[in-house]
């Protein structure tokens, strides 16, 4: 033992990476003796000694699982942050052989939804609970407030429900936790937060281009502006921190940091499940698949400059230049846009989460997700306390962008919107997110689309029926005998 201390500890936690560390410190820190583990004796070292120095918090380190399970008490509740997949089985292989029936082992790593049902099903068959717990807000939040995403039987959430509600971040109506509902819902949720997530980086990017590349903003005039954007309906973490990008100068050279950073993206994983689950379920997510696309790439660097300089010899440039453009309008008008698509992007996520809570029987409530995203995580946002209320208003709100206050919003911003995206194309500066969150809207607000003429041409080549707008049934018609009986009798006739 790193440690000694008398009495057991409340709650364990295996896995002590940055985001493990700090989660037990915040867990310490709130009261709670904690005891921690990790296979290197390193990183049990270090997070003692943090402890001590930041305020001799109630935290013990362990080197022997044994040792650290039988440390705590019982029934005992186990954290493990550790790297999703294979790292998580073998966890649990390892402590298991010491937990006793009726403790209760938390996940709380990105986990894909149904290895945590996996998991729970294998676990209960040794008498142990589980519970899959999505954490978000990275380093910070785990050491002073995340938002927690647990899912699972009631009866695990029950052992760990004092801790978490104290951990999580606080706001103005409670804890930023509260228990998702059965299985893997708690990961699926932290999944499609991600999912939103990639959106939301992918539209604010895109706005920093339209200024930046179209507009001519400095960064010392983009930091300004976006500050003053997080002063209004625009107030999140994500646009709080992107006014922070522009105020750091390079400590390596001249000039600002954010332009000597490499115009490649990565990502661990989540916004590519989000994308696939849309997919499974038919839930147009158009918004967060451009944002993977996006990604995509930005990965093709080399691709890209080659192509920069094959496009150029053949005479289409960079960016075309615009005669006379208004600054001020133009700050507004994207401010405008990216407000409107941010909603498109959060409707897709809670259309998602819904289709997936409909198919499991999860019974998830959309509106108290999105109150316990208001802190804590990535995503938290002013406006999270409004989708919350359109839910409370109507439970079974069919899209966020029906809601009277937000359409009324869209309708506000959509001209706007128009002239942003518009120019984007006219000046070949890609806006994907834009472009899509746009398209998703006009597609959704249409009582008719083109889609008539597609089931048209599936029941022409594949004989798949069509309905009608007109009368009841399925219908098939033999386009090929018909048109060509047209094309026949309209020869006969012009040769008469």
Sequence with gaps: MADSAVGMSRIGLAGLAVMGQNLALNIAEKGFPISVYNRTASKVDETVERAKEEGDLPLKGYYNPQEFVQSIQKPRSVIILVKAGAPVDQTIETLSKHLEPGDCIIDGGNEWYENTERRAASV??????????????????????????????????????????????????????????????????????????????????????????????????????????????????????????????????????????????????????????????????????????????????????????????????????????????????????????????????????RAKSLEKGWNLNLGELARIWKGGCIIRAKFLGRIKQAYDRNPKLASLLIDPEFAKEMVERQAAWRRVVSLAIEVGVSTPGMSASLAYFDTYRRARLPANLVQAQRDYFGAHTYERIDMPGSYHTEWFKIAKKSVNNKANVAAK
């Design 124 to 353: 209960k068959e040794k008498g142990l609970l589980y519970l899959g717990m999505g954490v978000s807000g990275g380093e910070e939040g785990a050491r002073n407030g995340p938002s927690l995403m647990p899912g699972g039987t009631p009866e695990a959430y029950h052992y760990v429900e004092d801790v978490v509600q104290k951990v999580a971040a606080q706001v103005d109506d409670g804890p930023c936790v509260t228990y998702v509902g059965e299985g893997g819902s708690g990961n699926f949720v932290k999944m499609v937060h991600n999912g939103i997530e990639y959106g939301d980086m992918q539209l604010i990017s895109e706005a920093y281009d339209v200024l930046k590349s179209v507009g001519g903003l400095t960064n010392e005039e983009l930091h300004e502006t976006f500050t003053e954007w997080n002063a209004g309906e625009l107030e999140s973490f994500l646009v709080e921190i992107t006014a922070d990008i522009f105020s750091v100068k390079d400590d390596k050279g001249d000039g600002f940091l954010v332009d000597k950073i490499l115009d490649k993206t990565g990502m661990k994983g989540t916004g590519k499940w989000t994308v696939q689950q849309a997919a499974e379920l038919s839930i147009a997510a158009p918004t967060i698949a451009a944002s993977l696309d996006s990604r995509f790439l930005s990965g093709l660097k080399e691709e890209r400059l080659e192509a920069a300089r094959i496009f150029k010899e053949a005479g289409v440039g960079d960016i075309l230049a615009v005669k006379n453009l208004d600054k001020k309008v133009l700050v507004d008008d994207v401010r405008k846009a990216l407000y409107a698509a941010k909603i498109c992007s959060y409707a897709q996520g809670m259309n998602l989460i």
